[in-house]
Nanobody, 123 residues
Framework: QVQVVESGGGSVQAGGSLRLSCVAS???????LGWFRQVPGKEREGVSC????????EYADSVKGRFTISRDKDKNTVYLQMNNLQPEDSAMYYC?????????????????WGQGTQVTVSS
């Protein structure tokens, strides 16, 4: 059984920062972990992902240079540091585990999901 639990969301003003955390337990925790976000009425979009070693990372174009993904293997935790947040970053952020075949940015490529944590950025 895999459990994925996110935390760290909140409300900030534009230009501010937040750090999201995701604790993953179970077999797939020792693999790629990813972050997605979703706003009502839109598709869930891939934000970033990181390999088990941490040597490989991917980012959506919209967050490159502002967001940084990292992981602490000892704590089974992956972090998403979000800087210079903008109102368009407001969304529910989800952590994903268990990357299957297919592109990482596709929702269907992941097996397990957390419950989400809300990020709200005001202008």
């Amino acid at each position: 059984q895999v459990q994925v639990v996110e935390s760290g969301g909140g409300s900030v003003q534009a230009g501010g920062s937040l750090r999201l955390s995701c604790v993953a337990s179970g077999s797939y925790s020792r693999g790629w972990l990813g972050w997605f976000r979703q706003v009502p009425g839109k598709e869930r979009e891939g934000v970033s992902c990181i390999s088990w070693s941490g040597d490989s990372t991917e980012y959506a174009d919209s967050v490159k240079g502002r967001f940084t993904i990292s992981r602490d293997k000892d704590k089974n935790t992956v972090y998403l540091q979000m800087n210079n947040l903008q109102p368009e970053d407001s969304a529910m952020y989800y952590c994903a585990a268990g990357l299957k075949s297919g592109g990482w940015q596709w929702r269907g490529s992941w097996n397990y999901w957390g419950q989400g944590t809300q990020v709200t950025v005001s202008s």
